[in-house]
DNA sequence: AACTTATCCGGAGAACCCTCCGCCAAACAA
DNA sequence: TTGTTTGGCGGAGGGTTCTCCGGATAAGTT
C-alpha cells in the first residue's frame, strides 16, 4: 500500500522538521527574538523548507512550547484534584502567569493569537478548556459568578500580557493583577 | 539673535512634517497597516526624512492622534464636574475604549507603548494622569479601593487591549470586561 | 529500464523597516 | 564676495518577512 510510501516520504521531511525544531529551540533559548532566517541558515536548510514546515513564526513557536502548553493544561485536572477549586483556579493562572513570562516568544504568540481568534484551534482549544474545568469547579462551589464564560476569564487577566518578562517586577505585578482580577470574578454578595 | 534664524530653518522641516502628518492621516484613514514607505513617498519626500521627523512608527502615530489623546484626557476632569465619581470613571473608561478601538493603530500603539514604559513619557504622562485623577475621586468617594495605583487600574482593563476592532462585537465584550475589571477595584465590604 | 507523479527542497525576489552618510542650500562670518 | 557652519534632505544598503516556482529525488507504473 502506501502507507510505507507515505512514511518514507515523510520520514524525510520530519527529518528537516526536527532538526529546525532543534535549531529554533537552541536559538530561542540564546535569545528571544531570533529572525526566521538565521533558524533556516543554522539548521542548514532553505528559508523556504522551514515556511513550508512552518507557515507562520507563530507556527513555529507553537510548536515548541506544545507540550509545555499541554503539561499547563492537563495541571487544570491534577490541581483541582488536590486542592480546592478556588485555590486550583489560582494556583493554575499563576502558572499561566509564569510559562507566558519565562518561555521567550511565547507570550506574545498567546497574545496575538487570542486577539486574532486563530488561537482557537490552536491553543484557545485547549487553554480555554483547562480555563472552563476550573471555571466550571467554581462555579459549582459558588466561588466563581455563575455567568462567567472561559473568554471573560481570558480578557480579565489580560493584563498579564502587558507585563514585561525582562523587567524585575513582574512577578509582584502578576500576583497583584491576578488579585485584582479574581476579586471582580467572585459572586456579588 | 538666533531666534529668526531658527524659526526659518524651522520653517522648511515645519512645512515638510505637516506635509507627512496630513499624507500620514489620510493614509490611516484608508486602511489601518500603511507602510511608512508609501507615505513618505506620498509625501514626496524621501524615507529619511520621514525617520527624522518621527524616529519611529509610534511617533507617528503618536502625532496624529496627539490632540484626541489631549482630548480623552481632559474629559476626566469634565466628567468629574458633571457625573458621580464612579459614573465618571466608568464613562471615561468607556470612552477609553472607543478612542482605542475606532482610531486605526491608535490601539497598538498604546499598547505596546505602555508594555514598555516608553509610554511613560509620551502617553502614559497624561493617560495615567487622567486615570489618577479620577482613582483619587473615588478613592474619596469611597468607591474604589484605597490601595489602588494607576497601573492597577490600567492592567486590570488591559483587556480591552486583546479587543479585535474589526469585529462585531468588541463593543459588547468591552462592556462586560470593564464590568467585571471594575467589580474586582471595587472596595471590598 | 524508461516514464510519471508526488513530495520535498532551495533560493531568488518583492516588500518592508530602519540606519547611515553624503549632499544641498540657507545663514552667518570674514 | 567668499568661505564656513548648520539644519534639513534623499536614498543606498543591510537585514527581515514571506511568496513562489523550478529542480531534485524517490515511489509507483508500464
Redesign the interface.
Known sequence: MSTKRVEQLHAQGLRTRASLLEVAREAFEESRDVSLNSIAKRAGVGIGTLYRHFPTREDLVFELYRDQVQRLTRASGELLDEHSPQEAFRLWLERFARYAMTKAGLLEVL?TA????RFAQVGRGPVADAVEHLLVANQQAGTLRADLTA??V??????L????PS?EDWER?AH??LD??????RP?D
Do not use: F, K, M, P
Open positions: 497574545r487570542t486577539a486574532h481568534g473568554d471573560d481570558l480578557l480579565a487577566v489580560a493584563g500580557y502587558q507585563l514585561d523587567a505585578r497583584r493583577l485584582l482580577a479574581l476579586c471582580g470574578l456579588r
